[in-house]
């Protein structure tokens, strides 16, 4: 598991005590990390503002004016992307990055003083980048603040990670507030929860139904929002994601994967006017082929747990959604999905198809009894702050509750 420092700082005081001090106290306590590792590694650098972009005759490089505040710099630059009025990341000579020390020296018998950079030149884990961050360098937002020297804070990487191997026995630790809770356990140190008890307990009567016709579905949620506004995350919800190692989407799908890092319990969330019907029912019992959020197709066989409304599959239980009911852009109203599904079930599907997701990996290891309830309570909390929800219809259960 990747186990964000910072991200932990929300829930316990580690002021006194490094990400190494730490990581050993886990290790003697039991709980194994195997690395500790800093998101990303630079000095000496500054966001700037590029005024002014040439083509360079017979190259692929650009002759920039960068301004980084009080001082504008002529600096070459090979990225694709790179043009006027773009806010970059700028190492200036003798900064320093993984590996190097930026210096002041001509290309293609031209003026360079310094570097325009990718994340992934800062250290940044290639694997967490989208293919446009790997294959040019970091667009800034336009009110990013040119002369800012914290430049790692700003994008949330001044952050180490903690890789901790857990144990068979320890599923319960996939899950940040879980994992908050070993560790204060460990410091003797109190632990803080946000205050998010209850929030699911509001709504009027709805008529949207849910049943469960699989016995490995033991117990499945769901909750209508009539009213969404899709658009950006807040900034420390992004970054709290990156270091997970998500990207970040929009903030109602974003919200649904960071409850899941919190609490443990994996969601779905559906475009409610996509569903072909105000009605999910949980099979086990379908052969067919099924096109996911990824647009790959699978084939599903006997035995697999499958989402359906209306008869049609909408998703695979517990690893994937389908790609019609996916949320996008028009998004304006949702149902929330939090149900509990055999683990040695998902295992053999996820296995079978090749698709070893965040969830499935979660329901594999075991969930505990209560996450629904907490997912569905963080979930209403977070979609009414963050992505103005409103319209809640009462949540509905197919199953029972076993807590």
């Given at each position: 598991?990747?186990?964000?420092?910072?991200?932990?700082?929300?829930?316990?005081?580690?002021?006194?005590?490094?990400?190494?001090?730490?990581?050993?106290?886990?290790?003697?306590?039991?709980?194994?990390?195997e690395?500790?590792?800093?998101?990303?590694?630079?000095?000496?650098?500054?966001?700037?503002?590029?005024?002014?972009?040439?083509?360079?005759?017979?190259?692929?490089?650009?002759?920039?004016?960068?301004?980084?505040?009080?001082?504008?710099?002529?600096?070459?630059?090979?990225?694709?992307?790179?043009?006027?009025?773009?806010?970059?990341?700028?190492?200036?000579?003798?900064?320093?990055?993984?590996?190097?020390?930026?210096?002041?020296k001509?290309?293609?018998?031209?003026?360079?003083?310094?570097?325009?950079?990718?994340?992934?030149?800062?250290?940044?884990?290639k694997?967490?980048?989208?293919?446009?961050?790997?294959?040019?360098?970091?667009?800034?937002?336009e009110?990013?603040?040119?002369?800012?020297?914290?430049?790692?804070?700003?994008?949330?990487?001044?952050?180490?990670?903690?890789?901790?191997?857990?144990?068979?026995?320890?599923a319960?630790?996939?899950?940040?507030?879980?994992?908050?809770?070993?560790?204060?356990?460990?410091?003797?140190?109190?632990?803080?929860?946000?205050?998010?008890?209850?929030?699911?307990?509001?709504?009027?009567?709805?008529?949207?139904?849910?049943f469960?016709?699989?016995?490995?579905?033991?117990?499945?949620?769901?909750?209508?929002?009539?009213?969404?506004?899709?658009?950006?995350?807040?900034?420390?919800?992004?970054?709290?994601?990156?270091?997970?190692?998500?990207?970040?989407i929009?903030?109602?799908?974003?919200?649904?994967?960071?409850v899941?890092?919190?609490?443990?319990?994996?969601?779905?969330?559906?475009?409610?006017?996509?569903?072909?019907?105000?009605?999910?029912?949980?099979?086990?019992?379908?052969?067919?082929?099924?096109?996911?959020?990824?647009?790959?197709?699978?084939?599903?066989?006997?035995?697999?747990?499958?989402?359906?409304?209306?008869?049609?599959?909408?998703?695979?239980?517990?690893?994937?959604?389908?790609?019609?009911?996916?949320?996008?852009?028009?998004?304006?109203?949702i149902?929330?999905?939090?149900?509990?599904?055999?683990?040695?079930?998902?295992?053999?599907?996820?296995?079978?198809?090749?698709?070893?997701?965040?969830?499935?990996?979660?329901?594999?290891?075991?969930?505990?009894?209560?996450?629904?309830?907490?997912?569905?309570?963080?979930?209403?909390?977070l979609?009414?702050?963050?992505?103005?929800?409103?319209?809640?219809?009462?949540t509905?259960?197919?199953?029972?509750?076993?807590?």
């Amino acid at each position: 598991m990747r186990l964000s420092y910072k991200w932990l700082k929300e829930y316990v005081d580690l002021s006194d005590i490094t990400p190494e001090e730490l990581a050993d106290k886990m290790t003697t306590a039991g709980l194994e990390v195997e690395g500790v590792e800093a998101m990303a590694y630079a000095e000496g650098l500054v966001i700037g503002e590029v005024v002014e972009c040439e083509d360079v005759e017979g190259t692929h490089l650009h002759k920039t004016q960068t301004c980084v505040g009080d001082k504008t710099y002529q600096i070459i630059c090979g990225a694709p992307n790179c043009r006027k009025g773009l806010k970059v990341i700028v190492a200036l000579p003798g900064a320093k990055l993984p590996g190097t020390t930026i210096e002041a020296k001509p290309l293609h018998g031209l003026e360079s003083n310094g570097m325009l950079c990718a994340l992934f030149e800062l250290g940044v884990d290639k694997k967490a980048l989208r293919e446009d961050q790997i294959n040019g360098i970091e667009e800034l937002p336009e009110d990013a603040p040119v002369g800012e020297t914290d430049v790692l804070g700003y994008l949330g990487l001044d952050d180490t990670i903690l890789d901790v191997s857990l144990t068979p026995n320890r599923a319960d630790c996939s899950s940040m507030w879980n994992m908050a809770k070993e560790v204060g356990a460990i410091l003797h140190r109190e632990v803080k929860w946000p205050d998010y008890s209850n929030k699911a307990d509001i709504g009027e009567e709805g008529n949207f139904k849910v049943f469960t016709k699989s016995e490995k579905c033991g117990c499945y949620l769901g909750k209508v929002v009539n009213h969404v506004k899709v658009g950006p995350s807040p900034k420390w919800m992004q970054q709290y994601l990156n270091a997970a190692g998500m990207n970040s989407i929009n903030n109602v799908v974003d919200i649904s994967n960071f409850v899941m890092l919190e609490t443990g319990q994996p969601l779905h969330y559906y475009n409610l006017k996509k569903l072909p019907a105000h009605e999910i029912t949980v099979v086990d019992d379908r052969e067919l082929k099924m096109a996911a959020l990824d647009g790959a197709e699978f084939d599903i066989q006997k035995g697999d747990i499958l989402i359906t409304t209306n008869g049609e599959a909408t998703g695979i239980a517990g690893i994937m959604g389908g790609e019609e009911s996916m949320i996008d852009e028009s998004t304006d109203s949702i149902f929330i999905e939090a149900a509990k599904f055999d683990h040695a079930s998902i295992r053999r599907t996820s296995i079978r198809l090749n698709l070893i997701t965040e969830a499935a990996q979660r329901f594999t290891k075991g969930i505990e009894e209560c996450a629904m309830q907490k997912a569905m309570d963080r979930s209403v909390q977070l979609l009414s702050e963050y992505a103005d929800a409103s319209g809640f219809e009462k949540t509905v259960m197919a199953g029972e509750m076993t807590y």
